[in-house]
């Protein structure tokens, strides 16, 4: 999760914070949404109005990252992989 800000919006930083955290609740309290874990960020990022490109800087970036189906390679170093008991 990102949250960002545009120059010159009062308490920038702190600002883009509050809303990555009125998204968290958004998804957990309104939208009953499960995940084991939502990383929000420590820290805004501001930006200078019309530096992602024509886009609006004034957002909450949120990246889904699918579960894999079976175990797989790409699990490895995960934090939150445990392996399945064997049957």
Known sequence: MAANAEVGEQDAQDLATKRADHVIHLLTDNLQFNAPTINPPTKGNVYPAGALGREDVK????????????ECPCQMGDPLYKPSVPR
């Open 59 to 70: 957002r909450v970036e949120i990246d889904f990252l699918p579960a894999c189906p079976h």
